[in-house]
């Protein structure tokens, strides 16, 4: 509860130091105000509090999910730094814009009444609206923000309309009371429950970007700055995915076999479409966002299997893809910037004009398709682990599958900065962007060596 306070009352004092002449203090400051909040996250460990009226639950679920976003956005804002260069950037607003999502985020990851979380998917949502139309003057900026705002604010009313009827169904707004009586619910209002139960699937499914509610993704992610990009796909979908998850467990893991037949389609049909269409690709960003397509199927095997092994493997999951995927969009940056394209051409010779670089990114690549020695292999694992002891044979043959076609795409990547002739002259990167590239790297790898420093947390 008090990284909530926090991040909110920091969000709001970054507001007035945007005041200042100089924005070079700002990105320093909000780095202290998430290193505050973090440590006050851990804090609670081991710690369970409930707030207002028991809507608001910090247990060690929140903390870890929490502490997973807070991280992720303090490795993402070192590469913010060439946006204080332009004279337009209102660098104040975006970065509590930032704060305040994660407010959101927060709130998504320790509901226990489902008004909770409609209030944190707004806050979050609303946030995200608005960072993606932030490059003003460019037209796939506007696109982006207006689509997702169009699209997001269609799927939020299908979310309200499911949790109205799970009120009517249940006469509750709390997980605990609709988990009670959707175990003794009566015959008659047993169509109202699962008719509210997939509306309220529906929306989530659209805000962790999964199929079929996927369409949004690529064409949002290709004209939001990638900075936000980047955030996009780590923290909204670490949020997305922990609300998800406790959601079903929480609420509906009495009636598990009326959902299982829906949740394990969408499973399926997210991971077929985020790797095929990943396939096809030319842009490295729009490939980077049929992968985040692909990954929300990967964390929705933790959906599926739904046993003491998941919400481990769900956190380990979660953290190891954040921290690999920051790599990738962070390096695309520069590389988008010193050469003016973001296609797969643009990383050509990487590998021998920037050694740091091309070694940084093939490992995030790897990690990303799962290879051992790095924490996408163990995450992948985990995730399989907990499946198989559901006996979901199959469902594991699938995604290993799915990830041999990843392997394809994410080795273009590799082959390109190694095997290619240098596109262009050694792309320039500031030392604090370095040395955040090297902390991913050993935080990849560590969690690849000795994946029990981050596994069984929960």
Do not use: C
Not at 80 to 107: D, I, K, P, T
Not at 438 to 454: A, E, K, R
Request: proline share 3%; no cysteine.
């Amino acid at each position: 509860m008090t990284s909530l306070i926090l991040l909110s009352v920091f969000g709001i004092v970054n507001l007035f130091l945007g005041f200042m002449k100089s924005k070079k203090v700002l990105m320093p400051m909000v780095l202290l105000f998430l290193v505050i909040a973090l440590g006050a996250t851990v804090m609670d460990w081991n710690q369970p509090q409930s707030y207002f009226n028991n809507m608001f639950t910090m247990d060690n679920y929140a903390v870890g999910f929490t502490a997973v976003m807070v991280l992720s956005t303090i490795f993402i804002l070192p590469f913010s730094r060439s946006y204080g260069e332009r004279e337009e950037a209102n660098l104040a607003e975006y970065f509590s814009l930032m704060l305040f999502s994660l407010v959101g985020g927060v709130m998504m990851v320790g509901y226990e009444n489902l008004l909770m979380l409609f209030v944190g998917i707004e806050i979050m949502s609303i946030s995200m609206y608005i960072l993606a139309g932030s490059d003003k003057r460019n037209l796939l900026s506007n696109e982006a923000s207006m689509k997702y705002f169009l699209m997001g604010s269609f799927f939020t009313g299908i979310i309200l309309f499911g949790v109205a009827l799970l009120y009517g169904a249940t006469g509750s707004f709390y997980l605990s009371e609709i988990a009670s009586s959707a175990a003794t619910l009566e015959p008659g209002n047993a169509p109202l429950l699962l008719m509210g139960l997939l509306l309220v699937l529906v929306g989530v499914t659209f805000k962790v970007g999964a199929a079929p509610f996927h369409f949004w993704t690529p064409d949002v992610y290709e004209g939001t700055p990638t900075l936000f990009t980047s955030y996009m796909s780590t923290v909204v979908k670490t949020a997305g995915i922990a609300a998800f998850y406790k959601l079903m467990s929480a609420a509906f893991g009495g009636v598990y076999e009326e959902w299982f037949p829906t949740v394990v389609a969408i499973t399926v049909l997210t991971l077929l479409i985020g790797n095929i269409g990943a396939v096809a690709q030319t842009s490295m960003k729009r490939m980077l966002a049929y992968s985040s397509i692909s990954h929300a199927g990967y964390l929705m095997i933790a959906l599926t299997s739904f046993n003491d092994r998941s919400e481990n493997a769900l956190l380990f999951y979660s953290l190891a893809y954040s921290v690999a995927t920051i790599a990738a969009f962070g390096i695309l940056k520069y590389v988008a910037d010193a050469r003016g394209s973001d296609s797969y051409d643009a990383f050509n010779g990487l590998g021998k004009t920037n050694p740091l670089l091309g070694f940084v990114m093939t490992v995030a690549m790897l990690s990303l398709a799962g290879i051992p020695l790095t924490g996408g292999f163990f995450g992948k694992l985990f995730l399989f682990s907990a499946a198989l002891e559901q006996g979901m044979l199959w469902l594991i043959v699938v995604a290993i599958l799915m990830s041999a076609v990843g392997i394809y795409y994410y080795f273009r990547v590799i082959i390109a900065m190694y095997m290619k002739d240098p596109a262009g002259e050694r792309v320039p990167v500031d030392a604090f962007a370095t040395f955040t590239l090297i902390s991913l790297l050993v935080l990849t790898v560590l969690m690849g060596i000795v994946p029990g420093l981050f596994n069984d947390l929960l």
